[in-house]
T-cell receptor, first 115, second 110 residues
Framework: QQQVKQSPQSLIVQKGGISIINCAYENTAFDYFPWYQQFPGKGPALLIAIRPDVSEKKEGRFTISFNKSAKQFSLHIMDSQPGDSATYFCAASRSFTDSWGKLQFGAGTQVVVTP | NAGVTQTPKFRVLKTGQSMTLLCAQDMNHEYMYWYRQDPGMGLRLIHYSVGEGTTAKGEVPDGYNVSRLKKQNFLLGLESAAPSQTSVYFC?????????FGPGTRLTVT
């Protein structure tokens, strides 16, 4: 069973709009939560990541919100652009010494930004 | 600086055939991983390595073997391919948490 549940499966947003993708987890031992972006025919690439000691992290138009008590985290893409059209994966990992960086991925969200 | 490279890019196998997928990284990373990506299932870890000469099972290791004889290379083998192994395979390497992925190998088993 997937340890990280991601929704929605797909998302269409207009240029300039906000894209929001949500993930939920059960394992309270997770302490690293990255988001990966994947374009068609390419491998995933790290977009942004957060540790559970902060509730929000922002990098440019991308923001992660983290709710430790609810065991949920989300990615917000502000002012969405057609170049943001990609598949986004959330993931989670336990501490590096426990897990050797092994990631549990969500199922992915395909985001399409219309002009 | 090529990062992570994978060969081949595409392959079609018949059921029962064997093949080896090669992953190479030039970043001197200790940790390397093999994932498979299937629609609606995200990426699932097959095997991983924490250093030259070491390998360990991931979430879905059955039907696959791996070797890491050199630090920069991580090989994934299919001894007797099955249609259920039709997938896109990604290799990744890391120094710590951030994983760098290769471009993938699309494998079809008929």
């Amino acid at each position: 069973q997937q340890q990280v549940k991601q929704s929605p499966q797909s998302l269409i947003v207009q240029k300039g709009g906000i894209s929001i993708i949500n993930c939920a987890y059960e394992n309270t031992a997770f302490d690293y939560f990255p988001w990966y972006q994947q374009f068609p025919g390419k491998g995933p690439a790290l977009l942004i990541a957060i540790r559970p000691d902060v509730s929000e992290k922002k990098e440019g138009r991308f923001t992660i919100s983290f709710n430790k008590s609810a065991k949920q985290f989300s990615l917000h893409i502000m002012d969405s652009q057609p170049g943001d059209s990609a598949t986004y994966f959330c993931a989670a990992s336990r501490s590096f010494t426990d897990s050797w960086g092994k990631l549990q991925f969500g199922a992915g969200t395909q985001v399409v930004v219309t002009p | 600086n090529a990062g992570v490279t994978q060969t081949p890019k595409f392959r079609v196998l018949k059921t029962g055939q064997s093949m080896t997928l090669l992953c190479a990284q030039d970043m001197n990373h200790e940790y390397m991983y093999w994932y498979r990506q299937d629609p609606g299932m995200g990426l699932r870890l097959i095997h991983y390595s924490v250093g030259e000469g070491t390998t360990a099972k991931g979430e879905v290791p059955d039907g696959y073997n791996v070797s890491r004889l050199k630090k920069q290379n991580f090989l994934l083998g299919l001894e007797s391919a099955a249609p259920s192994q039709t997938s896109v395979y990604f290799c990744a390497s890391s120094f710590r948490y951030e994983q760098y992925f290769g471009p993938g190998t699309r494998l079809t088993v008929t």
